[in-house]
């Protein structure tokens, strides 16, 4: 063996020596790769409608509201109904009576009545003497009259007889504003009753969505004291300040008489603001990122990154928007969060 061929066997056998053969347990590493388990919908376009939510109480309409009361100060002996009960026209709502002082003004109205009566008649006679002249006559007249009236108009606001008060309609007790052995003054509601069933809702708006509102607007109820009521209403009113004391606006929806909601009931009103035709995918498929949102599909096994924009959202679902999104792409809603790009993956079986 010359000297070329000895240099070349020995390159040879350091070579072999520095590449020994893998084991299996290294050749089976190298076949395995992450894999992860997802599940996917398939991506399409369908209408999403965003909503604005609020919350309210379920209230008389406040033109339709009447108020029960007399024109004197009046003491109250008994109440015959209770707050929320439906009544019918002529039935006994309230028993009172005229006050103490009342009752005193009435005597002195009577006795002064009484008074100028007699010094009429005596004037009379005076001036058929020719002891008076006609402006005593005249005088003594008109304050006769003037105690009369009194007297009289006090008697037929029935400030002088206990009184049983009566409705004057079908409706509802809306409110009881007294108590019993109350001293109410003349004119003080007592009581507070919406004919037949003229009720709304008047729901706390936040301000910054009072704009996207409006009158005649479709309003979804639920009652929240009464299991399975529902229905339609429409927005009669968005006022145009923040209540003080909610920091919320007002806003006043009607609803038709045949749902059966509660006066004072708490509700909840869905709003329908906007609505799209769009890929619309689950809340929990869109993942946040650093410059924005993203989400998963899977193509040929692997895990693809989408960046997408987000519009209308409702409590369950998202719009989105990508430029690499397609129509019938798988998207991933569970296991998304342990993907990246390019990832084997694997759908799990439902």
Excluded: W
């Excluded at 076949?31 to 008389?60: D, F, N, R």
């Excluded at 003080?188 to 037949?196: D, E, T």
């Excluded at 009669?236 to 920091?247: D, S």
């Amino acid at each position: 063996m010359n000297r070329n061929s000895s240099i070349l066997l020995a390159i040879a056998l350091a070579t072999t020596a520095c590449h020994k053969p893998e084991s299996d347990e290294e050749k089976e590493a190298d076949k395995v790769k992450p894999t992860a388990t997802v599940e996917t919908v398939k991506l399409e376009k369908s209408t999403i409608t965003a909503s604005v939510t609020a919350y309210g109480t379920v209230v008389a309409q406040p033109a339709d509201l009447e108020s029960v009361s007399v024109q004197y100060e009046s003491k109250v002996i008994r109440l015959l109904v209770s707050a929320g009960e439906p009544v019918k026209e002529g039935r006994a709502l309230i028993e009172i009576e005229p006050s103490p002082d009342t009752k005193l003004q009435l005597g002195e109205a009577e006795s002064a009545a009484e008074s100028t009566r007699l010094q009429l008649e005596q004037t009379q006679r005076r001036f058929d003497m020719k002891l008076a002249v006609n402006q005593d006559l005249q005088q003594a007249r008109q304050e006769a009259r003037d105690a009369a009236a009194k007297f009289t108009n006090l008697k037929a606001r029935g400030a002088g007889d206990r009184t049983t008060l009566n409705a004057d309609c079908d409706g509802l007790l809306a409110s009881i504003d007294v108590r019993i052995g109350q001293i109410v003054p003349a004119g003080g509601p007592l009581l507070s009753l919406v004919p037949g069933r003229q009720i709304e809702i008047l729901l706390g708006v936040e301000p910054e969505n009072a704009g996207r509102l409006h009158e005649g607007q479709k309003v979804h109820i639920h009652s929240a004291n009464q299991e399975g009521v529902e229905g339609d209403g429409g927005i009669r009113l968005v006022t145009q300040r923040v209540n003080p004391e909610t920091r919320l606006v007002d806003t006043f929806v009607t609803v038709p008489p045949d749902v059966p909601l509660l006066l004072d009931g708490y509700v909840r009103g869905e709003i329908p603001v906007e609505e799209k035709n769009a890929f619309v995918v689950p809340r929990d498929a869109v993942l946040p990122s650093e410059d924005g949102s993203t989400l998963f599909t899977v193509r040929d096994g692997h895990a693809v990154e989408h960046k997408v924009t987000t519009g209308l959202e409702t409590d369950t679902s998202t719009e989105v928007t990508g430029e690499t999104l397609q129509e019938g792409d798988e998207v991933v809603t569970v296991g998304n969060y342990q993907l990246e790009d390019g990832m084997a993956v694997e759908k799990a079986e439902r």
